[in-house]
T-cell receptor, first 113, second 113 residues
């Protein structure tokens, strides 16, 4: 009963490095999204996808890329990491008519030095 | 972007006490949601509210959708140590399609045994 699985759990990068945060869900959900959580700021939407091959920007998309080649996977790419991207990243999935019910992964804590 | 104001920012209470927290906005929304985040985990949906004035319970938790559609309240009765965590309110932007959620800044709850 995996739900939404995120890897890695922790990551440290140097400024300028690139990396991909992985997210997979086994609930056959149409919608997937990435949020970042910073102290005192709640969760903010980075990118989202309404189905395979369809992605769009959220509130804070700069510096991140996404793609959705399958229903199950929704990786988040940091092209050139910056200290401002130090954060906890959460992937979420939901059904098409889930009425606000998002299923979140357990998060990736990223530090950019 | 949209802003949700949650108060209080944090609470430190004794086990058995009741807790109240609220969330306000300057805009009207048709869906109000309450999520809880346990330490080291992603948020989990507690209660969803879809109608102004609606009062909904989930065990010891009760939430209300404000009649003005600009606020919501969450009450926890007879708190226990496992209630520790961060409580987020969230609203849904739009009524159909992808559920683009905006989250409040959270209320951190600590419960002393």
């Amino acid at each position: 009963n995996a739900g939404v699985t995120q890897t890695p759990k922790f990551q440290v990068l140097k400024t300028g490095q690139s990396m991909t945060l992985q997210c997979a869900q086994d609930m056959n959900h149409e919608y997937m999204s990435w949020y970042r959580q910073d102290p005192g700021m709640g969760l903010r939407l980075i990118h989202y996808s309404v189905g395979a091959g369809i992605t769009d920007q959220g509130e804070v998309p700069n510096g991140y890329n996404v793609s959705r080649s399958t229903t199950e996977d929704f990786p988040l790419r940091l092209l050139s990491a910056a200290p401002s991207q130090t954060s906890v990243y959460f992937c979420a999935s939901s059904q098409g008519q889930g009425l606000g019910k998002l299923f979140f992964g357990s998060g990736t804590q990223l530090s950019v030095l | 972007g949209q802003q949700l104001n949650q108060s209080p920012q944090s609470m430190f209470i004794q086990e058995g006490e009741d807790v109240s927290m609220n969330c306000t906005s300057s805009s009207i929304f048709n869906t109000w949601l309450w999520y809880k985040q346990d330490p080291g985990e992603g948020p989990v949906l507690l209660i969803a509210l879809y109608k102004a004035g609606e009062l909904t319970s989930n065990g010891r938790l009760t939430a209300q959708f404000g009649i003005t559609r600009k606020d919501s309240f969450l009450n926890i009765s007879a708190s226990i140590p496992s209630d520790v965590g961060i409580y987020f309110c969230a609203v849904q932007l739009g009524n159909t399609g992808f559920q683009k959620l905006v989250f409040g800044t959270g209320t951190r709850l600590l419960v002393s045994p």
